[in-house]
T-cell receptor, first 114, second 114 residues
Framework: KAGVTQTPRYLIKTRGQQVTLSCSPI?????VSWYQQTPGQGLQFLFE???????NKGNFPGRFSGRQFSNSRSEMNVSTLELGDSALYLC?????????????FGNGTRLTVT | DQQVKQNSPSLSVQEGRISILNCDYT??????FLWYKKYPAEGPTFLIS?????DKNEDGRFTVFLNKSAKHLSLHIVPSQPGDSAVYFC?????????????FGKGTLLTVNP
Protein backbone atom coordinates (compact mmCIF):
# COMPACT_ATOMS: atom_id res chain seq x y z
CA LYS A 1 0.00 0.00 0.00
CA ALA A 2 1.10 3.54 -0.63
CA GLY A 3 1.79 5.57 2.47
CA VAL A 4 0.30 8.87 3.57
CA THR A 5 0.96 11.50 0.92
CA GLN A 6 1.19 15.19 1.72
CA THR A 7 1.44 17.97 -0.82
CA PRO A 8 3.22 20.22 -1.29
CA ARG A 9 6.45 19.29 0.54
CA TYR A 10 7.57 22.88 0.87
CA LEU A 11 5.69 26.16 0.85
CA ILE A 12 6.71 29.78 1.32
CA LYS A 13 4.05 32.36 2.08
CA THR A 14 3.98 35.91 3.37
CA ARG A 15 2.19 37.21 6.42
CA GLY A 16 -1.51 37.75 5.93
CA GLN A 17 -1.86 35.21 3.15
CA GLN A 18 -3.74 31.96 3.44
CA VAL A 19 -2.57 28.44 2.64
CA THR A 20 -4.12 25.07 1.93
CA LEU A 21 -2.30 21.81 2.60
CA SER A 22 -3.41 18.46 1.26
CA CYS A 23 -3.24 14.95 2.66
CA SER A 24 -4.09 11.62 1.04
CA PRO A 25 -4.39 8.83 3.63
CA ILE A 26 -3.47 5.21 3.24
CA UNK A 27 -6.11 3.39 1.23
CA UNK A 28 -8.84 2.14 3.53
CA UNK A 29 -7.98 4.53 6.35
CA UNK A 30 -10.91 6.70 7.37
CA UNK A 31 -9.32 8.73 10.16
CA VAL A 32 -7.07 11.66 9.30
CA SER A 33 -5.30 13.79 11.91
CA TRP A 34 -3.19 16.90 11.58
CA TYR A 35 -0.25 17.91 13.77
CA GLN A 36 2.00 20.95 13.86
CA GLN A 37 5.67 20.44 14.67
CA THR A 38 7.85 23.33 15.80
CA PRO A 39 11.26 23.23 17.50
CA GLY A 40 9.95 24.87 20.64
CA GLN A 41 6.64 23.04 21.07
CA GLY A 42 7.21 19.64 19.51
CA LEU A 43 4.21 17.97 17.86
CA GLN A 44 0.87 19.50 18.71
CA PHE A 45 -2.52 18.10 17.77
CA LEU A 46 -4.59 20.29 15.46
CA PHE A 47 -7.69 18.23 14.64
CA GLU A 48 -8.94 14.84 13.51
CA UNK A 49 -11.53 13.86 10.93
CA UNK A 50 -13.42 10.63 10.48
CA UNK A 51 -15.96 10.06 7.74
CA UNK A 52 -15.98 13.77 6.84
CA UNK A 53 -16.73 14.82 10.45
CA UNK A 54 -14.35 16.58 12.80
CA UNK A 55 -14.20 14.37 15.91
CA ASN A 56 -11.66 16.27 17.95
CA LYS A 57 -9.87 19.59 17.94
CA GLY A 58 -6.74 20.87 19.62
CA ASN A 59 -6.05 24.28 21.11
CA PHE A 60 -5.42 26.28 17.98
CA PRO A 61 -7.12 29.50 16.89
CA GLY A 62 -9.96 29.52 14.40
CA ARG A 63 -7.55 30.53 11.64
CA PHE A 64 -6.71 26.84 11.44
CA SER A 65 -9.42 24.78 9.82
CA GLY A 66 -9.76 21.56 7.95
CA ARG A 67 -12.09 19.29 6.11
CA GLN A 68 -12.31 15.75 4.88
CA PHE A 69 -13.78 14.54 1.63
CA SER A 70 -15.82 11.43 0.93
CA ASN A 71 -12.70 9.63 -0.34
CA SER A 72 -11.03 10.35 3.07
CA ARG A 73 -8.60 12.86 1.58
CA SER A 74 -8.18 15.86 3.83
CA GLU A 75 -7.17 19.48 3.51
CA MET A 76 -5.99 21.90 6.13
CA ASN A 77 -6.33 25.65 5.72
CA VAL A 78 -4.58 28.43 7.59
CA SER A 79 -5.85 31.95 7.03
CA THR A 80 -4.18 35.27 7.82
CA LEU A 81 -0.79 33.66 8.21
CA GLU A 82 1.51 34.78 11.02
CA LEU A 83 5.27 34.33 11.33
CA GLY A 84 4.66 31.87 14.16
CA ASP A 85 2.78 29.55 11.82
CA SER A 86 6.09 28.54 10.26
CA ALA A 87 6.30 24.85 11.04
CA LEU A 88 6.23 21.32 9.73
CA TYR A 89 2.62 20.23 9.30
CA LEU A 90 2.13 16.49 9.59
CA CYS A 91 -0.85 14.48 8.52
CA UNK A 92 -1.52 11.02 9.91
CA UNK A 93 -4.06 8.40 9.01
CA UNK A 94 -5.51 5.42 10.85
CA UNK A 95 -8.09 2.79 10.06
CA UNK A 96 -10.53 3.78 12.76
CA UNK A 97 -8.66 5.65 15.46
CA UNK A 98 -8.51 3.07 18.26
CA UNK A 99 -5.76 1.36 20.20
CA UNK A 100 -5.28 -1.28 17.54
CA UNK A 101 -5.00 1.35 14.87
CA UNK A 102 -1.73 3.27 15.23
CA UNK A 103 -1.22 6.51 13.37
CA UNK A 104 0.74 6.44 10.12
CA PHE A 105 2.35 9.79 9.37
CA GLY A 106 3.18 11.43 6.07
CA ASN A 107 6.47 13.22 5.51
CA GLY A 108 4.92 16.59 6.17
CA THR A 109 4.61 19.99 4.52
CA ARG A 110 7.25 22.51 5.55
CA LEU A 111 5.57 25.93 5.70
CA THR A 112 7.67 29.07 5.94
CA VAL A 113 5.95 32.38 6.58
CA THR A 114 7.99 35.50 5.80
CA ASP B 1 2.03 23.41 30.54
CA GLN B 2 3.81 20.41 29.11
CA GLN B 3 1.94 17.21 29.96
CA VAL B 4 4.47 14.86 28.38
CA LYS B 5 8.11 15.55 29.07
CA GLN B 6 11.25 14.09 27.60
CA ASN B 7 13.90 15.73 29.69
CA SER B 8 16.90 14.51 27.72
CA PRO B 9 17.15 16.32 24.38
CA SER B 10 19.85 13.94 23.25
CA LEU B 11 21.45 10.58 24.07
CA SER B 12 24.56 8.95 22.66
CA VAL B 13 25.34 5.21 23.01
CA GLN B 14 27.71 2.69 21.51
CA GLU B 15 26.54 0.10 19.03
CA GLY B 16 25.53 -3.11 20.78
CA ARG B 17 24.79 -1.44 24.11
CA ILE B 18 21.43 -0.62 25.60
CA SER B 19 19.65 2.66 24.85
CA ILE B 20 17.21 3.89 27.49
CA LEU B 21 14.92 6.77 26.60
CA ASN B 22 12.79 8.27 29.32
CA CYS B 23 9.46 10.03 29.41
CA ASP B 24 7.42 11.56 32.23
CA TYR B 25 3.81 12.66 32.18
CA THR B 26 1.64 14.73 34.45
CA UNK B 27 -1.91 13.97 33.31
CA UNK B 28 -3.25 11.03 35.33
CA UNK B 29 -5.99 10.59 32.73
CA UNK B 30 -3.51 9.30 30.16
CA UNK B 31 -4.22 5.62 29.63
CA UNK B 32 -2.33 4.74 26.49
CA PHE B 33 1.26 5.46 25.57
CA LEU B 34 3.23 5.19 22.36
CA TRP B 35 6.74 5.69 21.06
CA TYR B 36 7.47 7.03 17.61
CA LYS B 37 10.77 7.29 15.76
CA LYS B 38 11.51 10.07 13.30
CA TYR B 39 14.28 10.33 10.74
CA PRO B 40 15.12 13.71 9.16
CA ALA B 41 12.77 14.72 6.33
CA GLU B 42 10.38 11.89 7.17
CA GLY B 43 7.24 11.64 9.26
CA PRO B 44 7.25 9.83 12.61
CA THR B 45 6.98 6.04 12.47
CA PHE B 46 5.11 4.04 15.11
CA LEU B 47 7.40 1.83 17.19
CA ILE B 48 5.61 0.35 20.16
CA SER B 49 2.75 1.10 22.52
CA UNK B 50 1.52 0.17 25.96
CA UNK B 51 -1.81 0.35 27.70
CA UNK B 52 -2.03 1.59 31.27
CA UNK B 53 -3.23 -1.84 32.39
CA UNK B 54 0.22 -3.25 31.60
CA ASP B 55 3.64 -2.42 32.94
CA LYS B 56 5.70 -3.89 30.11
CA ASN B 57 5.42 -4.52 26.40
CA GLU B 58 8.09 -6.06 24.23
CA ASP B 59 8.58 -6.17 20.49
CA GLY B 60 11.88 -7.56 19.29
CA ARG B 61 14.69 -5.26 20.36
CA PHE B 62 12.24 -2.70 21.76
CA THR B 63 10.68 -2.85 25.23
CA VAL B 64 8.54 -0.20 26.85
CA PHE B 65 8.13 -0.06 30.62
CA LEU B 66 5.37 1.85 32.36
CA ASN B 67 5.42 2.94 36.01
CA LYS B 68 2.01 4.44 36.64
CA SER B 69 2.66 5.47 40.22
CA ALA B 70 5.68 7.48 39.09
CA LYS B 71 3.98 8.62 35.88
CA HIS B 72 7.06 7.47 34.03
CA LEU B 73 7.74 5.33 31.02
CA SER B 74 10.89 4.27 29.29
CA LEU B 75 11.89 2.72 26.00
CA HIS B 76 14.74 0.21 26.00
CA ILE B 77 16.52 -0.69 22.79
CA VAL B 78 18.77 -3.75 23.02
CA PRO B 79 21.12 -4.09 21.26
CA SER B 80 21.37 -0.60 19.79
CA GLN B 81 22.25 -0.33 16.11
CA PRO B 82 23.49 2.66 14.08
CA GLY B 83 20.20 2.59 12.13
CA ASP B 84 18.39 3.36 15.37
CA SER B 85 19.85 6.88 15.28
CA ALA B 86 16.80 9.13 15.08
CA VAL B 87 14.57 11.37 17.17
CA TYR B 88 12.29 9.40 19.49
CA PHE B 89 8.98 10.84 20.57
CA CYS B 90 6.95 9.70 23.52
CA UNK B 91 3.18 10.22 23.14
CA UNK B 92 0.13 9.72 25.33
CA UNK B 93 -3.60 9.54 24.90
CA UNK B 94 -6.45 10.15 27.34
CA UNK B 95 -9.14 9.28 24.86
CA UNK B 96 -10.00 5.85 26.21
CA UNK B 97 -7.79 4.17 23.66
CA UNK B 98 -8.67 6.38 20.75
CA UNK B 99 -5.19 7.24 19.76
CA UNK B 100 -6.01 9.80 17.12
CA UNK B 101 -5.47 12.58 19.65
CA UNK B 102 -1.99 12.27 21.02
CA UNK B 103 0.02 14.52 23.29
CA PHE B 104 3.68 14.33 22.32
CA GLY B 105 6.89 15.07 24.15
CA LYS B 106 9.50 17.22 22.44
CA GLY B 107 11.65 14.26 21.50
CA THR B 108 15.06 12.80 22.28
CA LEU B 109 17.76 12.58 19.62
CA LEU B 110 19.41 9.18 19.87
CA THR B 111 22.82 8.72 18.28
CA VAL B 112 24.22 5.20 18.10
CA ASN B 113 27.93 5.24 17.39
CA PRO B 114 29.52 2.35 15.45
Amino acid sequence: KAGVTQTPRYLIKTRGQQVTLSCSPISGHRSVSWYQQTPGQGLQFLFEYFSETQRNKGNFPGRFSGRQFSNSRSEMNVSTLELGDSALYLCASAEQGGINSPLHFGNGTRLTVT
Amino acid sequence: DQQVKQNSPSLSVQEGRISILNCDYTNSMFDYFLWYKKYPAEGPTFLISISSIKDKNEDGRFTVFLNKSAKHLSLHIVPSQPGDSAVYFCAASDSGGSNYKLTFGKGTLLTVNP
